[in-house]
């Protein structure tokens, strides 16, 4: 309650800090300024401290900021940021984008918790092979209505190492497209060949047991997240899917086996795989992997690089996580949306921060071993121990001391050179 009490009050702090739809001002410094609403932001969670000081710290803490963020535009440093707050931004605006098109479209009704819950009252005992080979179909089949032990021939036509073992299992731990026909089976029965992802699955019954079911009042909190999970799921691949197909995206086989099997005479402009969109070259690949120079005709050094799907696997998620779904979100507006400008705006000083104290600040102060004895000895109370035992808590106390000076030097010249002005009138306003 006191949580809420302390929202409200800043909200009406910052409501009551606009004139004519433009918000009020507590400071300008230089070409930057502090609102009323960034300074309630850090007074109010404050407030209760109550120390005369309070206002004036917050105050100089925020001028503080706003004077080393104009160091770092001045210095170049949000060019060095770039390309990080774009990745950040991309993250922002297709978590908008996933949330319309996946989570609000997700539905959970009563009557499909029910009948989940319902389900939970029988387990089964089964096996699995999984078929990489779809031509061993007919000689697995074969062997097995001859009666063979399902999983003899699953361990000799498979490398799957917990193929062909039994197992028990309740309703919701298969996947949904093996999980409908396993239950559906009968006892002794085998299953046609079901398709899961790349693969081919062959499952056989062995056991129906039926078991007490949970309570339900217990367990239907736990059902609609699993069931709002398999949704969210099937509706976000149904989507990629979507995207995918809309690329027209086309992958140049030849080329892809020539970097597999000579790499050294394919060209870096040679086109992998183009879309409606531009193209995918062996350079880019080489260079965005990691694989430059690596890629050899003895297959040494290629890491997960060593077949064709593996490699039109990395682009097609490179096409559709990093180029298709950011123009997607883009193309609903969601890079205009106010609270994404807002997050965006406070990671980009956010980051300039971090640089800036690390180029400005930290890179710049160094401790010699003279330095470091002589502190320890001037400062002999405060440690327990011997010097070398401690000789990495004094370097780092040394730093601390000199990263604030070096911080107060910096900023008593930017104070020099910047004109800083206070709007008290509109401080008492968040007082």
């Known amino acids: 309650m006191k949580y809420n009490i302390l929202c ?71 060019n060095k940021i770039a390309p990080d707050l774009e990745k950040f931004e991309s993250r922002l605006t297709v978590g908008k984008l996933y949330e319309r098109a996946v989570i609000q479209k997700t539905k959970v009704s009563p009557w499909e918790i029910r009948k989940w819950w319902w389900k939970l009252g029988t387990e089964i005992k089964i096996s699995q092979m999984i078929v990489k080979d779809k031509s061993k179909l007919k000689d697995i089949y074969k062997e097995l209505r001859k009666g063979k032990n399902f999983g003899d021939v699953a361990r000799k036509y498979t490398k799957c190492g917990t193929c062909g073992e039994i197992k028990k299992v309740k309703w919701g731990e298969l996947p949904p497209e093996l999980e409908k026909i396993a239950f559906s089976l009968n006892v002794g029965e085998l299953s046609h060949p079901i398709r899961s992802g790349n693969n081919l699955y062959i499952l056989k019954m062995y056991d129906k047991i039926k078991v007490q079911k949970p309570e339900f009042t217990t367990e239907k909190v736990k059902i609609k997240s699993r069931l709002q999970g398999k949704k969210q799921t099937k509706l976000s691949n149904e989507y990629l899917e979507h995207l995918g197909e809309i690329a027209h995206s086309k992958y140049n086989d030849k080329v892809i086996k020539q970097l597999l099997e000579s790499p050294d005479i394919v060209q870096d402009d040679a086109v992998i795989m183009t879309w409606v969109g531009g193209k995918f070259t062996v350079g880019y690949f080489l260079k965005e992997t990691g694989m430059v120079g690596k890629m050899t005709s003895d297959g040494m050094s290629r890491g997960q690089f060593n077949t064709v799907p593996a490699i039109k696997s990395w682009i097609s998620n490179k096409l559709i996580y990093e180029i298709l779904l950011p123009i997607e979100a883009n193309r609903h507006g969601f890079d205009r949306a106010v609270d994404i400008k807002t997050q965006l705006k406070e990671r980009e000083e956010m980051l300039l921060m971090r640089m800036y104290q690390n180029e400005e600040i930290d890179s710049k102060i ?40 070096k911080k107060k030097e910096i900023l008593k010249n930017l104070r020099n050179n910047t004109n800083i002005e206070i709007y008290e009138e509109n401080i008492k306003e968040v007082l």
């Open 8 to 78: 409200i009050g800043v909200f009406i702090v910052i409501f009551c800090g606009y004139v004519n739809g433009e918000e009020k001002l507590v400071a300008q410094v230089g070409d930057h300024t502090i609102s009323v609403g960034e300074f309630a932001k850090q007074y109010k969670p404050a407030e209760k401290q109550n120390t005369d000081s309070l206002k004036t710290d917050i105050l100089e803490k925020l001028i503080e900021e706003k004077l080393m963020l104009i160091d770092a535009y001045n210095k170049g440093y949000a």
């Open 366 to 405: 160094t401790v010699t071993d003279e330095e470091c004895n002589k502190y320890y000895q001037e400062h002999r109370d405060t440690y327990k121990a011997e010097f070398e035992r401690m000789k990495s808590r004094v370097e780092w106390d040394i730093k601390k001391e000199k990263n604030e000076e």
